[in-house]
Structure formats: structure tokens, C-alpha cells
T-cell receptor, first 114, second 114 residues
Framework: KAGVTQTPRYLIKTRGQQVTLSCSPI?????VSWYQQTPGQGLQFLFE???????NKGNFPGRFSGRQFSNSRSEMNVSTLELGDSALYLC?????????????FGPGTRLLVL | AQSVTQPDIHITVSEGASLELRCNYS??????LFWYVQSPGQGLQLLLK??????LVQGIKGFEAEFKRSQSSFNLRKPSVHWSDAAEYFC????????????FGAGTRLTVKP
């Protein structure tokens, strides 16, 4: 079974631009979560989508948004990029049968904002 | 909300020596607890998890962890470290009432000396 895939793997943008990252979960998984990883803040939870609805949300500004499609694929969008948005963005998926289920992580998208 | 503390930012051990990585959590009830490992440029891989039952949990790659409710701890151990264990290790806590709402510790970077 294929793992979680994320595209693109690397991205360079400039301040003020917007960016869209994509995540394809493991087949059959219905929940997709997004995390931001930076050296200073570590791994921070952005949001989680289930059945095309945002179910959980971390403490990030409204510039960070996401969506999930009917096939469970998810996209994350960051508008008006700031230098501090440079990070590794990780996507994780799970079946969502019970709470606390194992999440499987993708390799991440490394975003550099200049 | 739940939270995790990993007191050690960086640990160096000699190959063949034993390893213990510390993790303390804060949560009002019995949490779900996880240990993940991240190699450079990679996503996170699950090592082991605790949901309930036996407080000593066995994981992959020879790792184990012990849940101690009285100390709010979930320390990761390995009896003999291999050079390939050099990586960053993350402890995470999940809420039983909220699916896929996980909080990660800041991580502990492990260096293995030959």
C-alpha cells in the first residue's frame, strides 16, 4: 500500500505570495492532519480534515487554510506569505475509526520564503 | 489542552550503550502517548504507542517505553544503541475525547558516537 505523498517536496516563494501544498493520504484513510515544523517552534498542529470538513484547528492565523476533497486528498493554502512561514509542512493521515489512532506521516514539503 | 515536554534537546551516546529519552505530559485524563522518529529530510515514523493496558510498550527497532501515570511520564528506552538510531525523536500526546488532536514535544536529537 502506498504511503502518504506530498507535493511538491520543495518550494521557494517570496513574501506576499501565496502557496498551495497537496497531500494524498493512504488509500482508505479519511482523516488528514497538517503540521508545521520549524527549528524554533517544533511541530505545531495546523488543522485536521475529515469528510471534507475541518474538524480540529490549531492556533494559526487565518492566512493558513485548507480543504479536503471527496477522495480524501487535502490541500493547504497559505496566503500573503511571511518570512516566518518558512518551514517543513507535514501531512498525516489515519483511518479515523477511533480516537488516538496512529497517524502516518508524509515526507513533507519544505517551504522557503524569501 | 494536552501538552508534552521533552527536557533533553540533544543527547549523545556511544554505540552499544543504553539509551533513555525522557517525556513528560500534561493531560487531565489518561492520554494516548506516542513516540515518533524523524531522520534528516524525512517525515515521522511511529516507533510505538500506548493506549491502555500493559504500561510497558514494545515498539519497532528494539525500542520500548514505559507509561508511569504517577510521574506523568512516557520515557523511551533502548538497551543497545546502533549508529543508525541517530535521528530526532518526538514524544506526542493525543486526547481521548478529540480524534487526531495530537500535541508534540520539541524533540530530542540523538547523536551516536562510534
Amino acid at each position: 500500500k502506498a504511503g502518504v505523498t506530498q507535493t511538491p517536496r520543495y518550494l521557494i516563494k517570496t513574501r506576499g505570495q501565496q502557496v498551495t501544498l497537496s497531500c494524498s493520504p493512504i488509500s482508505g484513510h479519511r482523516s488528514v492532519s497538517w503540521y508545521q515544523q520549524t527549528p524554533g517552534q517544533g511541530l505545531q498542529f495546523l488543522f485536521e480534515y475529515f469528510s471534507e470538513t475541518q474538524r480540529n484547528k490549531g492556533n494559526f492565523p487565518g492566512r493558513f487554510s485548507g480543504r479536503q476533497f471527496s477522495n480524501s486528498r487535502s490541500e493547504m493554502n497559505v496566503s500573503t506569505l511571511e518570512l516566518g512561514d518558512s518551514a517543513l509542512y507535514l501531512c498525516a493521515s489515519s483511518y479515523d475509526r477511533v480516537a488516538g489512532e496512529t497517524q502516518y506521516f508524509g515526507p513533507g514539503t519544505r517551504l522557503l520564503v524569501l | 489542552a494536552q501538552s508534552v515536554t521533552q527536557p533533553d534537546i540533544h543527547i549523545t551516546v556511544s554505540e552499544g550503550a543504553s539509551l533513555e529519552l525522557r517525556c513528560n505530559y500534561s493531560y487531565g485524563a489518561t492520554p494516548y502517548l506516542f513516540w515518533y522518529v524523524q531522520s534528516p529530510g524525512q517525515g515521522l515514523q511511529l516507533l510505538l504507542k500506548y493506549f491502555s493496558g500493559d504500561t510497558l510498550v514494545q515498539g519497532i527497532k528494539g525500542f520500548e517505553a514505559e507509561f508511569k501515570r504517577s510521574q506523568s511520564s512516557f520515557n523511551l528506552r533502548k538497551p543497545s544503541v546502533h549508529w543508525s538510531d541517530a535521528a530526532e525523536y518526538f514524544c506526542a500526546v493525543g486526547a481521548r475525547r478529540r480524534k487526531n488532536d495530537m500535541r508534540f514535544g520539541a524533540g530530542t536529537r540523538l547523536t551516536v558516537k562510534p
